[in-house]
């Protein structure tokens, strides 16, 4: 995929998002290092979309 193709498909992705940005890599880390506290001790078997909303959509 050349540069604009990549371009127009992360406009693309960003206009069609509930929050109208994507998401960046520091908040999937933050669910990840939640998860692996002993805040999250009590959660088992959970799904947790990380997407902003995107699936709700």
């Not at 127009?8 to 506290?37: F, N, Q, T």
Request: net charge negative; charged share 20%; glycine share 8%.
């Amino acid at each position: 995929m050349s540069d604009p193709q990549f371009a127009d498909l992360i406009e693309k992705i960003r206009a069609s998002h509930p929050l109208g940005r994507i998401g960046v890599p520091e908040e999937i880390a933050a669910a990840a290092v939640w998860l692996l506290s002993d805040k999250a001790s009590f959660v088992t078997g959970a799904e947790l979309a990380v997407d902003g909303g995107f699936l709700a959509i």
